[in-house]
């Protein structure tokens, strides 16, 4: 896989990557500036910053149209974060496609680092790497169960999600390869794809914090929706209908999805929530585990 090269112009203008930076927003525009002024303080510029304004009922265009010209701007009414960057991929003329929160900010060195890192381990489509995590305006450490990892990394990818999007730089073949964002996930999508994608190939590391990732506020999705495992349960099944694990892939798929099932289920029963054990029990009949 042949990349462009990275090194400085005789003009002293930052060099550019072949990749399209896309960035989904609603109802965020203070901290949409800064995630657009991390992306244009790297220390090499991608080809394309695309934002995606999700329905905003705040002053994004405006603020975007007087303050970044030089960016991409789609507007659409509310469908959610994985339509939004589905859309953001329809029209991206970058190699690599590149995803950043409008809550999350990147280390000016990030696209460096990791462009550097994929040019020497040409074989890799999907790069990520490790963060700094700030919660409510303080720093945190994540919990073990966080750890990134790189390689083969399905297994690890299984309990929740492994990689954040912020953080992947991946291959426009990929889209192409595993489909794009689940648009009728309204929350785990992420979680989805990556297992869509590590199902079938190892994934690039770098072992370095390259972006801080925020957490806490009252529009995450972590907080808009209760039992986050449903929407993974979702996606494991799919998996498993897929017909494209390995032996050893369809135990450990398997292994995972009773495990959230039993939890959910029986959660579902104390709290008296028929509807919800009947959704339950026909996802579960329904793979015939």
């Not at 991929?89 to 929160?101: C, K, Q, S, Y």
């Not at 550097?116 to 700094?132: T, V, Y």
């Not at 990556?194 to 079938?200: A, F, T």
């Not at 801080?212 to 907080?223: A, C, F, N, R, V």
């Amino acid at each position: 896989m042949q990349l462009e090269s990275h090194q400085p112009s005789s003009n002293n203008r930052p060099a550019q990557a072949p990749v399209s930076v896309i960035i989904p927003t609603y109802n965020r525009c203070d901290s949409l500036c800064t995630a657009i002024e991390s992306v244009i303080k790297q220390t090499i510029q991608p080809q394309q910053i695309i934002v995606v304004d999700d329905g905003s009922e705040d002053n994004t265009p405006a603020v975007i149209a007087e303050r970044f010209p030089t960016v991409k701007l789609i507007r659409q009414s509310n469908h959610g974060v994985s339509h939004a960057r589905n859309r953001g991929i329809e029209v991206a003329t970058g190699t690599w496609i590149a995803f950043l929160d409008s809550d999350d900010r990147w280390f000016e060195n990030k696209l460096a680092v990791q462009m550097k890192a994929i040019e020497a381990s040409p074989g890799f489509r999907l790069c990520h790497c490790d963060e700094r995590w700030i919660r409510n305006g303080k720093r945190v450490n994540p919990m073990h169960k966080h750890q990134k990892r790189g390689g083969d990394i399905f297994e690890f990818c299984l309990p929740l999600c492994a990689i954040s999007p912020s953080a992947a730089i991946i291959h426009q073949s990929l889209f192409h390869e595993v489909g794009a964002f689940d648009e009728t996930l309204p929350a785990c999508e992420d979680y989805d794809l990556w297992l869509r994608i590590c199902s079938r190939y190892p994934v690039l590391f770098i072992d370095s914090a390259l972006l801080e990732k925020t957490g806490g506020h009252e529009d995450q999705l972590s907080k808009k929706y209760w039992g986050m495992d449903r929407f993974r349960l979702i996606a494991l099944s799919k998996l498993l209908r897929s017909q494209s694990l390995s032996e050893m892939q369809i135990s450990m798929t398997k292994h995972t999805f009773i495990k959230k099932y039993q939890i959910l289920i029986n959660g579902a029963k104390k709290r008296g929530n028929d509807a919800f054990v009947a959704e339950l029990e026909s996802l579960y009949e329904d793979l015939s585990i």
